[in-house]
């Protein structure tokens, strides 16, 4: 496993949530003990972090918030094709650097109507998240060949409702014109020398 620093911490406490039921498997049905080992490779700064048969990892720190360290997206990069996912991010301009020229930037945001945003805790929540104006303006300066909603946090109450994916695209359009796909379950992307196609169930 490769992960950011406390990767290793995360999963020696799951080794050990689990240990009991690791016993009982490795006495009851024989398994070999290293089945289960655990090799864990931390990393703590922007850089390749995974490079193997021409592919090749990038992770890169985003900002998730003060106390919500560490936060990272990455870059893959293939034969000359590359995909950016933003994981859990606010506006980034670290976001921008990795994710410009990319085939595919994958990006997270967070949406609720205005009048829910006087609520403080609702305020605490979007706060960590990019709101859809801010990941038009990630999109428009990072100019990726197909830009991806992911992660699409709305929130909502008894008596306000959820934004509408209408009103999330409404409000990216006032900072980004290019091309955009709201992510769905299964969904596939295929990319080639003409560009990225888009299989909503899971392939062509």
Do not use: C, W
Request: proline share 6%; aromatic share 8%; charged share 25%.
């Amino acid at each position: 496993m490769i992960g950011p620093t406390g990767a290793k911490e995360l999963m020696d406490n799951l080794q050990r949530a689990y240990a009991a039921d690791i016993k009982i498997r490795l006495a009851d049905e024989k398994n070999p003990p290293e089945g289960i080992a655990v090799k864990v490779d931390e990393f703590s700064s922007d850089g390749v972090v995974f490079e193997k048969d021409g592919v090749r990892v990038s992770a890169f720190e985003v900002d998730h918030g003060e106390v919500i360290k560490p936060a990272y997206g990455y870059r893959i990069d293939y034969r000359g094709r590359s995909v950016v996912i933003s994981g859990d991010t606010r506006f980034s301009e670290n976001l921008i650097k990795y994710g410009t020229g990319a085939d595919l930037l994958i990006h997270e945001l967070g949406a609720a109507k205005p009048e829910l945003l006087k609520n403080p805790a609702m305020q605490r929540i979007i706060d960590h998240h990019t709101v859809p104006r801010d990941v038009g303006r990630v999109f428009e300066r990072a100019k990726p060949k197909l830009a991806v909603y992911t992660h699409i946090v709305r929130l909502s109450n008894a008596t306000i409702p959820e934004p509408s994916l209408a009103d999330i695209l409404a409000e990216t359009r006032e900072t980004y014109s290019g091309p955009l796909v709201f992510g769905e379950d299964l969904m596939t992307f295929d990319i080639g020398s003409r560009g990225v196609a888009v299989y909503r169930t899971g392939g062509p």
